[in-house]
């Protein structure tokens, strides 16, 4: 079943609205939680996409944990998963959002890191 609203996820509403909400909030744990009950409702290839979403929260769960490695491991799995993406995708601006993970995955292995969590900045025309 899709969570759809006019051709891309419904970020405004239910369990995406609310776990962006916690995100935002760097409630990092409660947002994996929301998310993943979307998660299970999706088809592909938007299920991989909310998954690499689900993953870079749970990346920083672990940040929050001073998991420094799982922090890592976590945020190379996004990276992957974000990778053949366009620039935006389920509402969501992608390349912005790789670009951030870059960010903190060099910030991480040279101590110097960015000043905020990677955002999920909301887009209207994506999947193009």
Not at 96 to 103: H, K, N, Q, S, T
Request: aromatic share 10%.
């Amino acid at each position: 079943m899709r969570k759809w609203c006019g051709g891309v996820l419904d970020w405004r509403s239910g369990e995406l609205a609310e776990g962006l909400a916690c995100y935002r909030r760097q409630e990092f744990f409660e947002a994996h939680e929301h998310w993943e009950l979307a998660w299970l409702r999706l088809d592909e290839p938007e299920k991989s996409f909310l998954q690499a979403i689900i993953q870079n929260t749970a990346a920083f769960h672990h940040w929050q944990r001073g998991e420094a490695e799982g922090t890592l491991s976590l945020l190379r799995r996004v990276r992957k998963r974000l990778a053949p993406l366009p620039a935006g995708f389920g509402g969501v601006a992608v390349e912005r959002l790789r670009a951030e993970v870059d960010g903190w995955l060099r910030g991480i292995e040279s101590g110097e890191l960015p000043e905020a969590f990677p955002a999920i900045s909301l887009v209207e025309n994506t999947n193009e």
